[in-house]
T-cell receptor, first 113, second 112 residues
Framework: EAQVTQNPRYLITVTGKKLTVTCSQNMNHEYMSWYRQDPGLGLRQIYYSMNVEVTDKGDVPEGYKVSRKEKRNFPLILESPSPNQTSLYFC????????????FGSGTRLTVV | SQQGEEDPQALSIQEGENATMNCSYKTSINNLQWYRQNSGRGLVHLILIRSNEREKHSGRLRVTLDTSKKSSSLLITASRAADTASYFCATDAQGGSEKLVFGKGTKLTVNP
């Protein structure tokens, strides 16, 4: 089944403890992107990638890192999480990028205490 | 930066009625997309309309685009309880950026 898989689905962590949210797609998509969703603010793009080793900042990149060493994987790294990064995170992938539709993962609900 | 703004923020209708949601945006676009999100789940791509198109259909969905008014509407005909979800518009701004910018969504409730 064609899908975007994120792990974990739920995560509670403490301030400052580095964490990684994994994202993998099995559709051979070139484009991948990370979004966070917060009440009243909607979805905001964190980072995106147009191909292996090509990444760029979205609207809210502060406090996050990404890497794209393989086409299928696009992990989101929080080096020193803070409570304001408590959010619902989505990874998405697309064959042709913003000019076509994105396929979203099921989300990761992160709580930083 | 938020590009699309949906209206209304919430909509409650009876099964069988039509639901109309609107989206306004600020800058010139290449295309506009609509997505559905069931509570807390991932978004599902519904339909894409390009800037040179005025109307598009997909099953019970009808999307219109008015680039002169920078607005779009999503019509769901003969709604069902299973259509209960939040609906988001997303715009792909002109200029070659890979950014897909989402609005804050319309929460649709279809009562059986």
């Amino acid at each position: 089944e064609a899908q975007v898989t994120q792990n974990p689905r739920y995560l509670i962590t403490v301030t400052g403890k580095k964490l990684t949210v994994t994202c993998s797609q099995n559709m051979n998509h070139e484009y991948m992107s990370w979004y966070r969703q917060d009440p009243g603010l909607g979805l905001r793009q964190i980072y995106y990638s147009m191909n292996v080793e090509v990444t760029d900042k979205g609207d809210v990149p502060e406090g996050y890192k990404v890497s794209r060493k393989e086409k299928r994987n696009f992990p989101l790294i929080l080096e020193s999480p803070s409570p304001n990064q408590t959010s619902l995170y989505f990874c998405a992938s697309s064959l042709y990028g913003a000019g076509s539709g994105y396929t979203f993962g099921s989300g990761t609900r992160l709580t930083v205490v | 930066s938020q590009q699309g703004e949906e209206d209304p923020q919430a909509l409650s209708i009876q099964e069988g009625e039509n639901a109309t949601m609107n989206c306004s945006y600020k800058t010139s676009i290449n295309n506009l997309q609509w997505y559905r999100q069931n509570s807390g789940r991932g978004l599902v791509h519904l339909i894409l309309i390009r800037s040179n198109e005025r109307e598009k259909h997909s099953g019970r969905l009808r999307v219109t685009l008015d680039t002169s008014k920078k607005s779009s509407s999503l019509l769901i005909t003969a709604s069902r309880a299973a259509d209960t979800a939040s609906y988001f518009c997303a715009t792909d701004a002109q200029g070659g950026s890979e950014k897909l910018v989402f609005g804050k969504g319309t929460k649709l409730t279809v009562n059986p």
